[in-house]
């Protein structure tokens, strides 16, 4: 893309470079191209996706897509995206890493449970979480994949104490 817009007579500093924010792809581009000193905007999708349907647009090629891009920002003058400060990222990228870590210890406790209770379906229905050491703030009640509070701490009073020491 950048050697793209640098080739002679390609985009000028002060062209508007407009793109979508899909999922996390748009950022290093963003950023990228900021940095070079041009200005960017950055278009929520559904924005985007209403626009071409007040058009009466279906279809969706690149090319296509490109032209819609560049209507949309010359009539909506879309405001010029301004990269957040760096300790952003940082506590982001920590957040992602806390996640990743919390869902790890509940499908470890997970396993070590079923481990333990073979066929009990539900080994762990009955928990009072505050009472147990669960720390403070780790949801497990809509953990990915399906698994839920049941999978993560013996139900049986007597196996409670026990698995917590």
Known sequence: MSALILRPGGAQAETL?????????WVALAVHLHK???????????H?????????????TDALYAHLLAQFAAERQPDTWTPPPQVYHELRQQLVT???????????LSGLLHQRYPGDPQPTQDIEW?????PPGLQVTAV?????RS????ARPQ?????FE
Not at 36 to 46: I, K, S
Not at 144 to 148: A, D, G, S, V
Not at 159 to 163: G, Q, V
């Open 48 to 60: 985007l996706h209403n626009y071409a349907r007040s058009l009466a647009r279906r279809a969706k």
């Open 130 to 134: 505050d009472e147990c050491g669960w």
């Open 159 to 163: 196996d409670r104490a026990e698995f």
């Open 17 to 25: 470079l407009v793109l979508e924010a899909t999922s996390s792809y």
């Open 36 to 46: 070079a000193g041009y200005r960017v905007a950055v278009v929520n999708p559904m």
């Open 98 to 108: 806390r996640e990743t870590l919390q869902i790890a210890a509940v499908f470890r």
């Open 151 to 154: 999978d993560v701490a013996p």
């Open 144 to 148: 990915h994949r399906n698994h839920t």
